[in-house]
């Protein structure tokens, strides 16, 4: 990817994560952002509003650092397990899944013993996980179920562990929304960002005179004729 276009995937993904935590902490943040707006405490309110739009920056930035390992660390999965490697990111999302709710509880349910207000956190991100996938899968092929599946899911799960160690769920809500659609985003424009890349290279070779602007297609209509031709013998 070109540093151009690298800056603009990275420049989105930052401004999602900014208006989106931005309009959560509205809602679910109340106590800390918009009572201080219902007060006329303007001063203590555009004090809160700078701050959360800080978080939301650092939450983007959380969620671009963790897709970037997550492109690593499947290179080197399948480079290693080979056909094994999505059977193996198969049972590590759904322990991801299990875990979500099982650590949770045992941390701040287990007195109680009411497991049904965990569930929440999993299944909202199981439904996103699909609902991305399932663009995912239009836009390329059967193939990427499992990776994205394991991305949305798993990687989602990572970058939330500090704050299912809290039981203030205000900083829960203020974080999963950003991550998942920043994560969404990510993981559904790359291969945009990617052949823009492409293309732009291409245009500075012809500028540059390096290759011929027919080059690119001499060879595919070459590619053409020679499968014609092999169909008919």
């Not at 276009?5 to 401004?15: A, H, M, R």
């Not at 983007?60 to 490697?85: D, E, M, P, T």
């Not at 950003?178 to 945009?192: D, E, G, I, V």
């Not at 823009?196 to 004729?225: C, D, F, H, M």
Request: glycine share 6%; with cysteine; aromatic share 16%.
């Amino acid at each position: 990817m070109t540093i151009r276009n690298l800056g603009k995937f990275y420049g989105i993904t930052l401004l999602i994560g900014m208006i989106t935590t931005l309009l959560v902490s509205l809602i679910f943040g109340y106590d800390r952002l918009t009572v201080y707006l219902f007060k006329g405490q303007i001063g203590e309110f555009l004090a809160a509003f700078v701050w959360f739009m800080g978080y939301g920056l650092l939450i983007a930035s959380v969620s671009q650092l963790a897709y970037f390992s997550y492109l690593f660390i499947h290179q080197l999965g399948a480079g290693i397990f080979r056909s094994a490697w999505n059977p193996i990111q198969a049972v590590i999302t759904v322990f991801a899944l299990f875990d979500l709710v099982y650590f949770r509880y045992l941390r701040f349910g287990r007195q109680e013993g009411d497991v049904q207000q965990f569930i929440w956190i999993p299944i909202l991100i199981l439904i996103a996980a699909l609902i991305v996938t399932y663009y995912k899968v239009k836009m390329t092929n059967n193939s990427v179920v499992i990776p994205a599946l394991f991305f949305m899911i798993v990687m989602t799960t990572v970058e939330l562990i500090p704050f299912l160690r809290v039981e203030d769920t205000t900083w829960l809500y203020c974080t999963i929304f950003p991550l998942l659609l920043c994560n969404a985003y990510q993981l559904l424009t790359l291969p945009k960002y990617n052949e823009a890349s492409r293309q732009e290279r291409y245009a500075r070779k012809v500028a540059k005179g390096e290759i011929a602007p027919e080059e690119r297609v001499t060879v595919k209509n070459t590619k053409v004729v020679s499968k014609k031709k092999k169909k008919r013998s």
